[in-house]
């Protein structure tokens, strides 16, 4: 599908952080096709190309470590030249983390909460200058900020740091007219788990993850870029807000 010359965002200049892959690429795909210009991150080079010759002209990507307060101040001055000034930013660049309470380390949990916590609140503060009035800020969340979860503790305490940094940022940006809002993803089919592990066992896993969810399903990564699509440009009313896209995981 090309990119449209007169679609509902075109015209319109995005950045999304941890857009190479999942969530993140299935978002920039949805506004490039609807004529956005976006620039993606990532953290490997190979991936950021697949990414990019995916979603063709209107994408560029961008090598940047979430994690390193370096890369994020580069990253605000290739927008800067690249764009100027953007409409929406999508924080969406995180790590999961499976490690037991009792076997956590330092190190685990320094990794997780850097990359998960640190680099959203700094890309955050880097960008804003280049915020236009009235756009729109999403981070991405997750359902264990809210449903206590075996596994995640590290990664649970860092999406709830985000949760609270919604708040927290939606109130200080309001005399910019920035709106802040989150997106909070229960399982969503990312195809990572079949990445990760054998498909036997990765079909096993899923159908395990499916009984637990109330619409028994997981989710697309493309019903969770229409809502990062609405609270970044047409959730004009709503600032300092969590949407859950998780099947009714966190609710029922």
Known sequence: MEPSSNGKFSGKKVVITGGSSGIGLATAKLLVDDGAHVLITGRNQATLDAAREQLGNNAMAFLSDAASLKDIAALADRVKVEFGTIDALFVNAGVTGFVPFESTTEE?????????A????????????????????????SIVNVVGLPMLSAYAASKAALRSMTRSLARELLSRNIRVNAVSPGVIDTGILEKSMPKEAAEQTKAQMTQQIPMLRLGDPVEVAKVVAFLAFDATYTTGAEFPVDGGGSQI
């Open 108 to 116: 685990t949990y320094d990794e997780i909460l850097t990359i998960n």
């Open 118 to 141: 640190k680099g959203p609140y700094f890309t955050v503060q880097k960008l804003v200058p280049l915020l236009s009035t009235g756009s729109g800020v999403v981070l991405t969340t």
